[in-house]
C-alpha cells in the first residue's frame, strides 16, 4: 500500500466553473441573453405555437429561433417583423432574426 500524501482535489459548481473559463462565461451570457429575447417576445408568439420554439444563438447582432417543424417556422416568419421592433423598443442589439428548422436528434 502506498501512504504517499494525495493532492487535495476542489470540486467546482459548474456554475463557479464556467465563471472561472472566460470562453465559457462569455458563452454563458450570450445563451442569457437569448433567453432574453425569447421572454420579450414570448406574447406575441400564439400560444399554441410556443412549446415549438427555442432561443438559439445570438451572435453579431443576429438571433436565431430554433423551430420543431417547417410549418412552425412558416407561423414564425409571419411575426418577424413584430418581433424585432419588440426587441428594438426593448432596448435589445438585435439587427437580424433567422429561424432555423431543427431536425429530430440533434
Known sequence: ????PRPHHTMLSLEQAVGA??????????IR??????DQVQHLIPA?????????????????????????STKLRQLLPSLQLTLTQRG???????IKVQTPGR
Open 92 to 98: 435589445a442589439q438585435v439587427n437580424a432574426i433567422r
Open 1 to 4: 500500500m502506498s501512504t504517499a
Open 21 to 30: 473559463a472566460p470562453t465559457l462565461a462569455a458563452l454563458q451570457e450570450r
Open 48 to 72: 399554441s405555437l410556443r412549446p415549438h420554439v427555442l432561443p438559439g444563438p445570438l451572435q453579431d447582432q443576429e438571433w436565431c429561433l430554433l423551430v420543431a417543424s417547417a410549418s412552425a
Open 33 to 38: 441573453e437569448s433567453r432574453w429575447c425569447l
